[in-house]
């Protein structure tokens, strides 16, 4: 199982990437979601993955019995899946008031500010 | 997607979603929830309300702007975060707690209070963001 | 003694909110200041001549090894007289020269605080705030160049002086911590018991390159010597006080202060001789082909500072003797003459030696000190000068088989000195009063009280050279690390080798002066040299970097996101592939993996399909949908392997992204076909290539074996401290309680930046 969800993870970091080189920026937001979501994953797997085992205490008993999935990566996620919710709205709002300001969905054609001269 | 039967739906799917979410927060310490679980559900319970009818009924609804939400979770959470200081003269951020647990919730403490702040903040961002959105649509 | 160095730097911080009253009548008041610290460390004297050292210590940054440590020694003491009592003289004199100026306070707040800067230089005994307070000099001296800020010429002077003392500033910096590296302390003269530690040291050559660096660039040596001319845009009484009398005598300062623990080294020596005697040749020689009155002076001081560091390298004793008397002698003569000319400036309104005659008959109390100073400057009998210059003659015709060709070079340095002197204090005085001159007047007393003192001393000291001889000269040689027999200092040798070479100095000089005339034509021949000249180079130095950056930025930063992107992802990609083919196993140890199970696979194939139609759709509403499938199955993978929190929470943060772009979405345009065949091509293989690189990354790491002390530690405290039983709830609530309290202010600052990104533009767009 890990070995197919490596590849997955490299297929979403793949996809992200392509679609952040596009040039639309509705398809720059959605590469930056797949590319957040493999590095989730990514996150998650190499804290090992570990089936049916929640790390959660079991009742009656103040220590962990058994072996359990390690919360720490969990915790990182759940925060990071939580911040990029943040991120990705903001950056739809940008996205939507850039294209009401500059009119158009091409990233090429807002580079303006940046030439450098 | 005003239809008879999504309305008359999230009517009563509001508050079980509500209740639903509340529930998901107390018990964050022992099994799986928490305040950005909790909150998260409590948000799309008020999503889908505003979906079945309107952002206006939803709105009035709540009554106020979702976005004092987010100042008044973070006070929670803060003030929960330096109660130890205050009451036990402790580091910030050590965890205190009623001596007796309490049915259903178990022990209550501080922690309990920061997670509750976390579960306000959340539904006060995901609202303000979904419903300033809706509205400049 | 922390207080006597803080006093300017309250001094110029009170003239913040005081500034508005020292610029009338009480100008003259802030002349106390310096002149209170001048009492203050000439009580030193008796104690410093007895052989006493006075050391004070305050603790500032211990963890670093950062003391406020101050040394009063015979050298500081020599430096700190210097820089209270010209202070004083040229505190008082600005009252007057810059009378009415819109920033006189601005003024007296940099020459304060460059006065406590230059203090703290002279009197730190720790070596990194010995650096702090050189940096401070650099900086005021910045400011004081550029006083005249709206004079392009003024900025551009004050950026070159600041860049190169800077730069000296950093070598000082570079060696200091080497040398604290070494001798494990960072007292000065802790570091002189360690001597033999450094000149063993395989650091020593780079130790001594970057001090000479960071005196050659302060005391304006050859080739970093143009720095100065540039500075004397200041008004005068800064090109008086910093640029020759004391900042630049800094970087002598430094040698001085460790010739004990570093100098009497062949590469030490050698290279001061050289450089010392290239700068004083040089600049003599550009003294004849200069007519603006400073002009001159400047260049002649950087012969004097060429002088000094000559004689700092001979290394003999009579040599330190010299360079100890020639640092007093060219003080008061050369502030008398910077003074001199500020007046003329101030009363005829031009500095051009060519024009100004005269004078003496307007202002005769100016010439009496002008010519003065000038008798010092030349060695004339019975200045001061006399004295100083006949030292030198002795250490360099006493030292070994090059002496005769080392007291050449001097006689033709004092030569042209003495020209450039003649030229600065007698010239402008001499000769047929110009009609257009006739007007000038005597400037207030302030004015020309402090020259004369100045000059007077000069004299006063040649006849009399046993007021420092014993007080000053003598505890700073044996400062120095020169101990040996008491110091004679005398007017008069008898008739000897050395007076005869006075003698021709005096007479060739006089013959040049009277013979030479200083002109324009001949100044702007020299002005052809000014391409190969060290500042047109650094200057073309600069110029290139600037247009050099300007090409790469414009390259690099180019405007188009997606290159950027494609520049770090290929970075990225060649540097960890590179990494990753040295050092790779290439072996999968699947038996460590979990079983397949068939509703994983599906999940996983669900979950590839929604990716690739995400990318490859043509609807955006589709892509859309196929992204919320793919959250889904990672929802579903993360019920699989025990992580209940993170599913429900990616399930709940997957419908509210999809719900928000459906918002978004229909306000935005369909997707257009922007991109050619082959740029997707391009863009393709490095996907694919920087995907398969994560993918063996991750497989690497899966085959490295695991061990994390922070999982066990929350699993078992999780109870028993935190009392909860969900051991990633208790992370996020209360191990990592203040991650969390910051996570959700970000998230709050992120909800009102979407708020106020749509609300505010359409509520103004409301009120129009």
């Known amino acids: ?117 | 997607m005003k239809t008879i039967i999504l309305r008359t739906a999230s009517n009563y799917l509001l508050p079980l979603l509500l209740l639903f979410s509340i529930f998901i927060l107390l018990r964050g310490h022992y099994l799986p929830g928490g305040g950005f679980v909790g909150g998260l559900i409590a948000s799309i319970a008020f999503v889908l309300h505003a979906f079945a009818n309107g952002l206006e009924n939803t709105k009035n609804l709540i009554k106020m702007h979702p976005g004092f939400l987010m100042p008044v979770g973070l006070l929670v959470a803060f003030l929960a975060g330096v109660s130890p200081a205050l009451i036990s003269n402790l580091p910030f951020m050590t965890g205190i707690w009623f001596p007796e647990p309490l049915a259903v919730i178990g022990m209550v403490g501080s922690a309990l209070f920061f997670d509750i702040g976390v579960y306000l903040v959340v539904i006060g961002v995901s609202l303000t963001i979904i419903f300033t959105i809706t509205e400049s649509a | 003694m922390l207080t006597a160095i803080l006093t300017g730097f309250i001094f110029s911080l009170l003239l913040v909110v005081a500034g508005k009253y020292i610029k009338g009548k009480a100008a003259i008041l802030s002349a106390l200041v310096p002149l209170g610290l001048f009492i203050y460390f000439l009580q030193f004297t008796r104690q410093i001549s007895s052989g006493e050292i006075i050391t004070k210590t305050y603790e500032w940054v211990p963890s670093l090894g950062v003391n406020l440590g101050f040394t009063l020694d015979g050298i500081s003491l020599i430096f700190t007289l210097m820089i209270t009592g010209i202070g004083f003289l040229v505190f008082a004199y600005t009252a007057t020269y810059l009378k009415g100026h819109e920033y006189l306070d601005r003024f007296y707040g940099y020459l304060g605080i460059f006065m406590a800067a230059m203090l703290g230089v002279v009197l730190s005994d720790n070596i990194i705030s010995l650096f702090i307070f050189w940096e401070l000099t650099s900086i005021s001296s910045f400011f004081l160049i550029g006083f005249n800020n709206k004079e392009k010429a003024s900025r551009k002077s004050a950026v070159l002086a600041l860049s190169i003392t800077g730069i000296g500033g950093l070598l000082l910096l570079a060696g200091a911590l080497i040398l604290g590296n070494i001798t494990g302390t960072y007292s000065i003269s802790e570091m002189l018991l360690s001597k033999d530690l450094i000149a063993e040291s395989s650091h020593y050559i780079i130790i001594v390159i970057l001090i000479f660096g960071a005196a050659f660039t302060k005391s304006a040596q050859f080739p970093f010597h143009f720095w100065l001319p540039g500075a004397m845009k200041a008004p005068t009484p800064v090109s008086t006080y910093l640029h020759s009398a004391t900042m630049v005598k800094a970087g002598v300062y430094l040698l001085m202060r460790f010739t004990p623990s570093l100098g009497n080294t062949e590469l030490w020596n050698t290279t001061l001789i050289t450089v010392g005697a290239i700068t004083m040749v040089y600049a003599a020689i550009h003294t004849l082909f200069r007519t603006d009155l400073k002009g001159i002076l400047a260049y002649s001081t950087i012969a004097a500072l060429g002088i000094l560091v000559f004689l700092i390298g001979l290394g003999t004793r009579e040599a330190f003797v010299a360079a100890c008397v020639f640092i007093l002698v060219h003080a008061l003569y050369k502030a008398t003459l910077f003074l001199v000319t500020g007046i003329i400036d101030h009363e005829t309104g031009t500095r051009d030696v060519t024009r100004l005659s005269g004078l003496r008959k307007v202002l005769l109390p100016v010439a009496i000190a002008g010519f003065l100073a000038a008798i010092s400057n030349a060695g004339i009998p019975p200045s001061f000068g006399f004295i100083g210059k006949d030292l030198i003659y002795e250490a360099t015709l006493h030292f070994g088989n090059t002496g005769v060709l080392l007291t050449a070079l001097a006689i033709i340095t004092n030569i042209l000195l003495l020209y450039a002197g003649f030229l600065a204090g007698i010239k402008p005085f001499t000769g047929k009063l110009p009609q257009s001159f006739e007007k000038a007047h005597m400037p207030g007393f302030l004015m020309w009280i402090p020259p004369l003192i100045l000059a007077i001393l000069g004299i006063t000291i040649g006849v009399f050279p046993s007021i420092v001889q014993d007080s000053l000269i003598q505890p700073a040689v044996t400062a120095m690390g020169q101990n040996g027999s008491e110091i004679q200092i005398k007017l008069w040798h008898g008739f000897n080798l050395i007076l005869g070479l006075s003698a021709i100095t005096i007479g060739v000089g006089l013959l040049i002066y009277f013979l030479f005339k200083p002109s324009l034509k001949l100044e702007k021949g020299i002005a052809k040299f000014d391409k190969i000249a060290p500042k047109s180079i650094v200057e073309s130095i600069g110029y290139g970097f600037g247009q050099g950056s300007k090409k790469v930025t414009g390259l690099i930063q180019n405007g188009y996101l997606r290159y950027y992107v494609s520049v770090i992802i290929l970075f990225l990609v060649l540097l960890t592939g590179y990494t990753l083919l040295q050092n790779t196993k290439y072996v999968i140890d699947y038996d460590s993996f979990s079983e397949l199970t068939v509703y994983e696979v599906l999940t996983l194939l669900v979950m590839a399909v929604g990716i690739l139609y995400t990318v490859f759709t043509r609807s955006r509403l589709a892509a859309v949908a196929a992204m919320g499938v793919v959250g889904l199955a990672i929802s579903l993978i993360f019920v699989y392997y025990s992580a209940p929190d993170l599913a429900m929470t990616q399930f709940s943060i997957d419908t509210l992204t999809v719900i928000l772009f459906v918002l978004v979405l229909y306000r935005l345009p369909k997707y257009l076909k922007l991109s050619d065949r082959k740029a997707r091509i391009k863009d393709g293989i490095l996907s694919v290539v920087f995907g398969s690189l994560i993918t063996v990354l991750a497989l690497e790491v899966l085959g490295e074996p695991q061990g994390s002390q922070i999982t066990d530690f929350y699993a078992e405290n999780a109870y028993v401290l935190a009392k909860g039983k969900n051991v990633v709830n208790v992370i996020l609530v209360d191990f990592r309680g203040i991650d969390t309290f910051m996570e959700i202010a970000v998230l709050t600052i992120a909800a009102i930046g979407v708020f106020s990104l749509l609300k505010l533009r359409l509520t103004k767009k409301n009120r129009k």
């Open chain 1, 1 to 117: 199982m890990e070995f197919l969800l490596a590849i997955l993870i490299g297929l979403l970091y793949a996809s992200g990437l392509y679609m952040m080189l596009r040039r639309s920026l509705v398809k720059l937001i959605i590469g930056l979601i797949l590319l957040g979501n493999g590095a989730n994953l990514l996150i998650f797997l190499l804290g090992r993955i570990t089936k049916g085992k929640p790390p959660i205490i079991p009742e009656e008993s103040k220590f962990f019995l058994d072996a359990y999935a390690d919360p720490v990566p969990q915790a990182l996620i759940l925060t990071a899946i939580v911040i990029s919710f943040g991120l990705q709205s903001f950056a739809i709002v940008l996205i939507k008031r850039a294209y009401k300001v500059v009119k158009t969905d091409d990233l090429d054609q807002m580079n303006s500010t940046d030439e450098f001269s």
